[in-house]
């Protein structure tokens, strides 16, 4: 599952792929996120159904329950488990979606570095992830214990290649559907685990090691990274 995703565009964007009539309470301002290298801890706009209202936060990725402060704060969790783990069963209850433009992942192809994939929709529009956590309500200020997980699904062979696990990531009709407190928790749990979007949706490529570096927040972190062409001129100095 990815340790770092993007999340550049502005929340009307998010908003106008979810679909969703609702009036929007939006916690995050208008302006484009320009994050291209989000790490784990990172706070990003999360989406989730307050009563009739699509409600914007900024949240942190990376969640744990308030009895668990000596354990490791995951950042995802694997669908096939969480609604039975105790772990987050408090969360479980609390469904949200994390839009964002792509994720990476590192490929070990025999190099002294891994090699940073770039994962994004082959039509380059948002990806509608799942996720539970905790987050405000009503008048509340972000809390410390605020923070969220994606849930994650076996890439089914389809994106083996990259990873055996990624993000799962609803079609607009059924993130809504995920969103409603009015779903019951058995559809819900069937939407993740079973109608999640193929990898046929998706696209990669390889781009620049400088991801790595959580410090590197450039837009060209999200280019596809261009090999040596027939021609090229190598210099030496």
């Not at 192809?109 to 509608?128: A, S, V």
Request: proline share 8%; net charge negative.
């Amino acid at each position: 599952m990815c340790e770092r995703l993007s999340q550049y565009r502005g929340i009307q964007d998010f908003v106008a792929a979810l679909n969703m009539p609702n009036a929007l309470l939006n916690y995050v301002g208008d302006l484009p996120f320009e994050c291209y290298n989000a790490a784990p801890s990172t706070q990003l706009a999360l989406f989730h159904q307050e009563g009739e209202f699509l409600r914007a936060d900024l949240v942190r990725w990376g969640w744990r329950p308030q009895w668990a402060d000596s354990a490791t704060m995951p950042i995802d969790a694997r669908v096939e488990k969480v609604a039975q783990r105790p772990f987050f069963r408090a969360t479980w209850p609390h469904r949200a979606i994390i839009a964002i433009d792509n994720w990476f992942e590192w490929l070990n192809e025999g190099g002294p570095k891994k090699q940073p994939y770039l994962i994004r929709h082959r039509d380059r529009t948002p990806i509608l992830c799942a996720a539970i956590g905790q987050y405000p309500i009503g008048e509340h200020e972000p809390g410390k214990y605020d923070g969220f997980v994606i849930l994650t699904a076996d890439s089914a062979g389809g994106m083996v290649d990259i990873d055996d696990r990624r993000p799962v990531a609803l079609s607009a009709e059924l993130a809504r559907e995920w969103l409603d407190p009015a779903t019951p928790k058995g559809r819900a749990e069937q939407i993740v685990l079973l109608e999640g979007e193929p990898s046929e949706a998706f696209e990669w490529f390889t781009v620049d090691h400088a991801v790595g570096n959580v410090r590197n927040q450039q837009r060209g972190l999200i280019l596809p990274k261009r090999r040596p062409q027939a021609g090229d001129r190598l210099d030496n100095g």
